[in-house]
């Protein structure tokens, strides 16, 4: 550790060179380790909510991925597989052996890729609102990576547009006007494009998983190396970014894998409902057990030696019929 710092009074940020770059994160509570990871343009305060809830009865470390919050933001490699070795990295400096994995969004797809590089290290997944699973991502997304958005951005975070646009985000969402879900977390994400050098490296993140057609990296290759790891999925019913129909797809891809829709709840469930979040995470960590390492059986997957059964035994605690009913 080079630094430390406190944070909204109580909460400790920490910061950790590695390979040259800083790396912040927050690091509290004891047992069984929970990584948290955020989605694109976030950073570690996006779970701001569960964090002390879920403390009481797990470490919980919450970093900031390099390139957003207080982490360092270089001209480097922002691909899934170089943020999974980055996680690697840090909880080899923090001494962890092994630890369950929560990703929101992108940190959902960062999420997977820790798991399918590193299945030694990985006990369980918690996937919300998960980039990964399908095509689909919304159009806004889609725009991030076209040619002039980080001009674009440079224009709109001049200090004074930036406060008349995010003073109107915030009215729209405050009145509840059609199309706003969501729309007060979307400010805080383009308020964090003033940071320099941050545009520049969420329209690199971007571009190394999404084209103009929609999500090009997804889970479904490599699915079934999964088949002894427990995974539960959380999504809002009304997420605007990532549609939560893509539940649907959950079933065919990871067959035992828990599914848990949350009602009036758009791209952040753990922030709409962060009480029921929390119970969702303490039942499934409750009645799971760590994911086993086999070496052998992953070769025999890879070779196509693929069985029926799921080591994971869990159904999936909501039916599709009835996730579809709620989309729809």
């Not at 694109?40 to 403390?55: E, G, S, Y």
């Not at 997804?218 to 939560?244: C, F, K, N």
Request: proline fraction near 6%.
């Amino acid at each position: 550790m080079v630094e430390s710092t406190f944070m909204n009074g109580s909460r400790r940020v920490r910061f950790v060179d590695i390979h040259g770059h800083r790396r912040a994160f927050v690091k509290t509570g004891s047992g069984p380790v929970l990584l948290l990871l955020h989605g694109v343009a976030c950073d570690h305060t996006t779970w701001d909510r569960v964090i002390a809830p879920l403390a009481t009865d797990y470490t919980v470390i919450a970093p900031d991925l390099l390139g957003h919050g207080q982490s360092a933001k270089p001209r480097a490699d922002y691909s899934l597989g170089a943020y999974a070795n980055g996680m690697r990295d840090l909880l080899a400096i923090l001494g962890v052996e092994r630890a369950t994995i929560v990703g929101h969004s992108f940190g959902g797809g960062v999420a997977m890729q820790f798991a399918y590089q590193f299945p030694e290290l990985t006990e369980r997944l918690i996937l919300v609102a998960p980039g990964g699973v399908g095509r689909e991502v919304s159009p806004m997304i889609r725009l991030a990576t076209a040619p002039g958005f980080k001009q674009l951005m440079g224009v709109l975070t001049v200090p004074g547009v930036r406060h008349v646009n995010r003073t109107g985000l915030r009215l729209a969402h405050a009145a509840r006007l059609p199309g706003t879900r969501d729309i007060d977390e979307i400010a805080k994400i383009y308020d964090s494009f003033a940071q320099p050098g941050a545009c520049a490296a969420v329209q690199q993140v971007l571009r190394g998983v999404v084209d103009r057609r929609g999500q090009f990296v997804t889970m479904a290759d490599r699915a079934y190396l999964t088949e002894s790891m427990p995974i539960s999925v959380v999504w809002g019913a009304q997420d605007p970014i990532i549609p939560a129909s893509q539940a649907h797809l959950v079933e065919r891809l990871a067959p035992g894998a828990q599914v848990e829709i949350i009602d009036d709840s758009g791209h952040f469930p753990h922030r709409d409902h962060s009480e029921q979040f929390i119970r969702i995470v303490q039942d499934f960590m409750a009645t799971t057990t760590p994911a086993p390492y086999d070496r052998e059986r992953t070769r025999e997957l890879l070779r196509g030696e693929r069985s029926s059964r799921s080591a994971r035994g869990r159904a999936v605690r909501r039916p599709i019929a009835a996730v579809a009913s709620l989309i729809n």
